[in-house]
């Protein structure tokens, strides 16, 4: 299908609001149904499903420290409309199809409210997973202003629940942020990076099978499944209509593997202002910005000298990033375009500070243990390619403990071909650095011997991050404090056919045997002068 670009509008989703607020605490309902929406005005309707009838799903908007509860409710079909592979774990003959349950990328959630992969639910909460522990979650907001996501994390078939539409934004504000004067308003545009492959008929294509699949398995996972065609904010290739001024864009990679190496074809910069966890400490001058799946960029664009021309947002990455370094030329390469015709409204007085905040860095020796672990491929016992992480699968017994408060680094070495974008629940991360490592040597012996010095991160990854992007050779350490909750998380990577196919691992936030000691002397008043002293 060949779709004329940047012919439809930009949508920009509507603000949720909550059904009720009791006792101060705002309470809403979002329900997924399956519809059909128009996604290319030149396309028959296409079926998707979505949070609140709307493709991606409202934006939930929220202030620091505001806690908020929210009811995640199924009222999908029971057969799901893309091809689910039982073979994938948790996606056995016995359990149901169409299951659901919703994390917050980014947010620093307790355990329950998480969106654990086994909590699912179906509809009605007539099945519920082995993890299921309330329908309810609830989201306390503390950490700083930013860019997060809501999205489908059931186990064994986000790939397609995601891909069938299932996420949504959620900006968390705050004084300091609005203190900064940024473009804000309606000079302040959500956009949701998507790729996907239609039929003749306007349904989705999802693949049901690799055409090199050795085997008789149908339908089969894929490695990893990029669409032919890019949405922003669930339409085909948009434009929008644009002041000559200053606007802030929220820009999130929500595709299921495709990575983008975004630029503007009128060669003007991007001021970077903020990475996935909140602002970075300066707005940092940049052309071009990589962004793999699930990974936030903040930046305002200037178009203040650009009356009456047209911008396209390009994407130079390849669909085999970055192993292949040529420029994208095919339709995959555009993204959406800006017109910058609308008059001017009033004078801009928005600024671009060249102080935004300030990031407390961790530094490696407050860390009380770094963690060794291998991105890893293999061949299942079909003959598929499996990818692991550190030679586990999901199943494995926990192997990453960490105790409350622990600041850990975690080492994650790549020898695989592809990329993997690294993502972390519970935490915000810092890059410490990459460094290069010899792929042959470590296949003969699975030792990792360095090849290059320690290369710190670039200055728009020196700020707050959940996705950590690892290329083929290279290990990158980043440093986490694992806090303020205990309980039970994931980690995995973050392209949704590696993550529903063994590329996640449960880990446990817990209390170490002398913190639980601590805690009983703390209620012993004798022994409260050695806490005021440690
Ligand atoms: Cu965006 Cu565990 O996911
Ligand atoms: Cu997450
Ligand atoms: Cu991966």
């Known amino acids: 299908m060949n779709l004329l670009k940047f012919i439809d509008k930009l949508p920009l989703p509507r603000v949720l609001q909550p059904v009720r607020v009791k006792d101060g605490i705002k309470y809403y309902e979002v329900t997924m149904t399956e519809f059909h929406q128009s996604l290319h005005s030149s396309m028959p309707k296409t079926r998707v499903w979505g949070y609140e009838h709307t493709y991606p799903g409202p934006v939930i908007e929220v202030s620091k420290g505001e806690r908020i509860r929210v009811k995640w409710i199924n009222d999908l079909p029971s057969k799901h409309f893309l091809p689910i592979d039982k073979t994938v774990h948790g996606a056995g003959k016995d359990t149901p199809e169409v299951r659901t349950v919703v994390h917050l990328h980014g947010g620093i959630t307790p355990a329950d409210s998480d969106g654990y992969p086994d909590a699912w639910f179906t509809n009605g909460f007539k099945q519920v997973g082995p993890f299921f522990e309330q329908e309810v979650y609830e989201y306390e907001n503390l950490q700083d202003a930013t860019t997060l996501w809501y999205h489908d994390h059931a186990i064994g078939i986000t790939r397609l629940n995601i891909y069938a539409g299932l996420a949504g934004y959620y900006l968390i504000r705050s004084k300091h942020e609005q203190s900064l004067n940024l473009p804000k308003d309606k000079y302040e545009i959500p956009l949701l990076l998507q790729d996907r492959t239609f039929n003749k008929d306007g349904s989705l294509y999802y693949p049901k099978k690799e055409a090199d699949d050795p085997t008789n398995i149908y339908p089969s996972i894929v490695a990893k499944f990029m669409g032919e065609n890019i949405l922003v904010n669930g339409k085909v290739w948009p434009y929008l209509e644009v002041e000559p001024r200053k606007y802030r864009f929220r820009l999130i990679n929500g595709s299921n593997a495709r990575y983008y190496k975004i630029r503007l074809d009128s060669n003007q910069p991007f001021y970077q202002i903020g990475t996935d966890g909140g602002l970075l400490e300066e707005p940092v001058t940049i052309k071009s910005i990589i962004l793999g799946p699930a990974e936030r960029a903040d930046v305002i664009i200037d178009f203040s000298s650009q009356k009456h021309n047209k911008i396209v947002l390009i994407n130079d990455a390849k669909d085999e990033f970055p192993e292949d370094p040529k420029i994208n030329q095919s339709n995959t390469r ?201």
């Open 334 to 534: 555009f993204i959406m375009q800006f017109r910058v015709t609308l008059p001017l409204l009033s004078n801009d007085t928005s600024t671009i500070p060249p102080k935004l905040t300030d990031i407390n860095f961790y530094k490696e020796q407050e860390a009380i243990r770094t963690r060794h672990l291998e991105l890893i491929a293999q061949d299942d016992q079909y003959g598929r390619r499996i990818r692991l992480l550190d030679y586990k699968t999901w199943d494995d017994p926990i192997t990453e403990k960490p105790a409350l408060n622990d600041i850990e680094i975690w080492s994650l070495s790549n020898p695989t071909t592809g990329g993997h974008p690294i993502h972390l629940h519970l935490v915000k991360f810092q890059i410490l650095d990459k460094q290069l490592f010899d792929v042959e040597h470590y296949e003969k012996t699975k030792q990792i011997k360095y090849i290059s010095e320690r290369m710190p991160p670039a200055a728009n990854d020196h700020g707050w991050k959940d996705v950590i992007n690892v290329f083929h050779g290279e290990t990158a350490r980043i440093i986490a404090k694992f806090a303020p909750y205990t309980g039970r998380f994931v980690w995995h990577c973050h392209i949704l056919e590696h993550e529903d196919y063994e590329m996640m691992r449960p880990f446990d936030v817990v209390i170490r045997k002398e913190q639980s000691r601590l805690k009983k002397l703390i209620y012993n008043k004798t022994w409260s002068h050695i806490f005021k002293n440690t």
